[in-house]
């Protein structure tokens, strides 16, 4: 069993930043990530990091950059020249062996 702690969403101005963090309690978690759903469409891949694999969503890359602390199983998002379209509930996610665990999600909100 894997839980997931999310914290470091909230209000900002179009062209700023913030940075998202997950911790992750439990063992053998392969992949860590973020994923967001804005109003009335699906949940998204935004980055996910493996050991050997890094994706990115491709309107965030080279102003969303992921990075994991393994020693304390913690996952972070820098979001640099946000914009209203990276509004959304923010999901942290990891898997561990077959299964993809969840975080509660936090709120990232872009002002124009």
């Known amino acids: 069993q894997v839980q997931l702690v999310e914290s470091g969403g909230g209000l900002v101005q179009a062209g700023g930043s913030l940075r998202l963090s997950c911790a992750a309690s439990g063992s053998s978690i392969n992949v860590m990530g973020w994923y967001r759903q804005a109003p009335g469409k699906q949940r998204e891949l935004v980055a996910t990091?493996?050991?050997?694999?890094?994706r990115y969503k491709d309107s965030v890359k080279g102003r969303f950059t992921i990075s994991r602390d393994n020693a304390k199983n913690t996952v972070y998002l820098q979001m640099n020249s946000l914009n209203p379209n990276d509004t959304a509930v923010y999901y942290c996610?990891?898997?561990?062996?077959?299964?993809?665990?969840w975080g509660q999600g936090t709120q990232v909100t872009v002002s124009s």
């Open positions: 990091s493996s050991r050997f694999v890094t």
């Open positions: 996610m990891a898997t561990s062996s077959l299964y993809t665990y």
